[in-house]
């Protein structure tokens, strides 16, 4: 059996549509020798998740083999189109032949086209061969849903410690699952109970008592959520909370008692007070003490303490010394006092009780957050030179006393503005020229003139300009031998720039061979451009990087700082030393020269000789040389003293 399984949630009911044949599907005449004898479907209803089994018999009357295939969704939109993609399985038996297999179906609807229809088609292919028959099942599918309470739950119910509730509840499921009945108490215990088919309802009961850990100052009541959750074995399910209230045993209040030892506090002759704090609790219990100090904006302190436990209404002191420093205004002091744990220390065990403090003097001067500018981007025109900036510092005196503000530009000036006292807001300013670039620290310091009471605020000035940086326009050196520079030669370079705004520039020689580098600093301007000239001697073959890094020192436009790069060849001069010759040299050369023109010499007098012997014997030289090999050596002797 072949089981192609896929994910549940549905219900399947199944339809047959008989055995059909035709010629197109290898039918010969007009009976089948291939014949379907039952195709079945079941059970005849599921769940997406649970298989569909398909069960087929075949005979034919020909052949000793058959081929069933089954297609699980054959049928495509618009019907009967063939569903090209539909999952299948193929079998081969012996004649007769049965085969039983299943299939899951994932969704309502077509697996091609889902939503579009709420059925499949299942067409089975039999074959022994030569003929094939077919046979339709439909399989309709619909949802499963999730099962209900029939009863409903109240949502909260209040108890006393230890009580026990009894819970009575219907639940049903509209498909006839099986229910799963989970019971979460909201205290840490969990019961579960298991129903049969709940398709007409099934009673389920529980009891549960709760017994809270009560401790000081909890509260009247104690709350829980308890959860009841209902599932069926797939998956579904629907949930239900009840609120339990448990009761708490009446747990009194602390009543406290708080005063201060001065509600108005000189700094010059006493910055200190004393809080006088009692309280006594009913059942006595251990008591957390807050004393919270506010200075009318936020809190500025918070002291905690604690006493231990005493018997029923017993006074217990806790008094706090306070010193406020020379910060004057009005404090506000407020004491907590709770009987009960962290984290039930709120009302109505929270009991509270304030005093006012007035702290007199003088008061530091209030001073804005930040320096303001005139202009926040300053920019330094070249065609001006320079950018002027106005700070401006906001300042007010609690006290009317005079202010004064010292102002540091970051540039060794000093400066200095001063109110004439009295209750306003003052605005004081200063201007500050910059006629270069770069980052400023500004200050200024406002005070009343008292010990302290100096207050210092900052402000980064980042100045820029629109100046243009420098520019090469050639870098010339020559070698002595022309393509290289020999070893200890000495190069002169020139290097030739400009600039915009004919500023100071900077030049850095760096020859690349390990020696120290050359500083210039270059003013003297002719026709804008300016030259800077530099010898060098290398003292090591090779071919050496110059690096040039110019700069005019300015922020503007572009890249300021920049590389100018360059090569130089270093190599030696090779000269070939030729020995000076002896006289045997000069008389072996002679002799050399002397043999060819002997064999010349010689070669001129055979042929003179040969003209010779011609004219005065009347015969060709090849006669002569014929009668040459007759005579004997007297003879030939004889004959040759004749012609000469």
């Avoid at 639940?171 to 799963?180: E, F, I």
């Avoid at 509270?352 to 209030?366: D, F, H, Q, R």
């Avoid at 130089?568 to 020269?593: G, H, N």
Wanted: proline share 5%; aromatic share 10%; hydrophobic share 35%.
């Amino acid at each position: 059996m072949i089981s192609l399984m896929m994910t549940c949630g549905f219900m399947v009911a199944v339809i047959d549509f008989g055995h059909v044949s035709s010629p197109s599907e290898g039918l010969t005449g007009s009976i089948a020798a291939t014949t379907i004898g039952s195709f079945t479907a079941t059970p005849s209803t599921v769940y997406v998740g649970d298989p569909v089994t398909f069960t087929a018999t075949a005979s034919s009357t020909t052949g000793s083999q058959l081929t069933f295939t089954f297609f699980y969704d054959a049928v495509d939109i618009p019907y009967p189109t063939n569903n090209t993609e539909s999952p299948y399985s193929t079998h081969t038996t012996g004649n007769p032949g049965t085969v039983t297999t299943s299939f899951t179906y994932t969704r309502l609807g077509n697996l091609t086209t889902p939503g579009l229809t709420s059925y499949y088609i299942v067409r089975l292919l039999v074959g022994d061969g030569s003929n094939t028959v077919s046979s339709l099942k439909q399989i309709n599918v619909i949802e499963n849903t999730a099962p209900t309470f029939v009863d409903s739950l109240p949502t909260s119910l209040t108890l006393d410690p230890d009580e026990v509730a009894d819970f009575d509840i219907n639940v049903s499921d509209p498909d006839d699952d099986p229910v799963t009945v989970t019971w979460d108490f909201g205290d840490g215990v969990v019961a579960v109970d298991e129903t049969g088919n709940a398709l007409l309802g099934i009673a389920v009961s529980q009891s549960h008592a709760w017994s809270p850990d009560i401790g000081p100052g909890m509260g009247p009541v104690f709350y829980y959520s308890m959860v009841v959750t209902l599932e069926d074995p797939h998956s579904n399910t629907v949930s239900a909370t009840v609120v339990i209230g448990i009761r708490l045993p009446y747990n009194g209040l602390p009543v406290i008692y708080f005063d201060a030892s001065s509600n108005n506090v000189d700094p010059d002759v006493e910055d200190e007070v004393t809080f006088y704090a009692s309280a006594k609790d009913p059942e006595g219990e251990a008591l957390t003490w807050t004393f919270v100090v506010n200075n009318s904006v936020e809190d500025v302190d918070v002291i905690v303490s604690h006493t231990d436990v005493t018997p029923v209404n017993t006074t217990v002191w806790n008094n706090l010394t306070y010193a406020f420093g020379n910060n004057p205004g009005t404090y506000n002091v407020r004491l907590y006092v709770s009987d009960a744990l962290i984290p039930y220390q709120i009302a109505p065990h929270n009991v509270t009780k304030p005093e006012t403090v007035t702290v007199i003097g003088n008061a530091v001067p209030s001073v804005v957050d930040q320096i303001a500018m005139s202009d926040e981007s300053p920019t330094i025109d070249t065609a001006v030179t320079f950018v002027i900036v106005t700070f401006t510092i906001q300042a007010y005196d609690g006290d009317g006393d005079v202010l004064t503000v010292a102002w540091d530009m970051d540039d060794g000036v000093p400066r200095t503005n001063s109110s004439d006292g009295g209750w306003t807001t003052y605005e004081f300013n200063q201007d500050r020229l910059f006629n270069t670039t770069g980052s400023f620290n500004i200050s200024a310091t406002v005070t009343d003139g008292l010990e302290g009471h100096d207050v210092t605020k900052y402000r980064l000035v980042n100045v820029t300009s629109n100046n243009l940086p420098p520019v090469v326009i050639e870098l010339n050196f020559t070698y002595e031998t022309g393509d290289f520079a020999l070893v200890g030669e000495s190069v002169e370079f020139t290097l030739t720039l400009s600039d915009p705004e004919m500023d100071v520039l900077e030049i850095v020689w760096d020859f690349g061979d390990n020696t120290s580098q050359v500083y210039f600093n270059l003013t003297e301007y002719v026709d804008d451009v300016v030259m800077c000239r530099v010898n060098h001697t290398f003292n090591e073959v090779g071919v050496h990087n110059l690096t040039i890094t110019y700069t005019d020192n300015q922020i503007g436009l572009l890249t300021h700082q920049k590389v100018k790069y360059a090569q130089v060849t270093v190599d030696e001069l090779y000269i070939e030393v030729v020995d000076v010759w002896s006289w045997w040299d000069y008389t072996s050369l002679a002799l050399l020269l002397i043999i060819p023109i002997v064999f010349i010499l010689n070669l001129l007098r055979i042929r003179v000789n040969r003209r010779r012997f011609e004219e005065k014997g009347g015969q060709s030289w090849q006669e002569m040389k014929l009668r040459e090999s007759e005579m004997s050596v007297e003879e030939e002797s004889d004959f040759y003293t004749e012609v000469d």
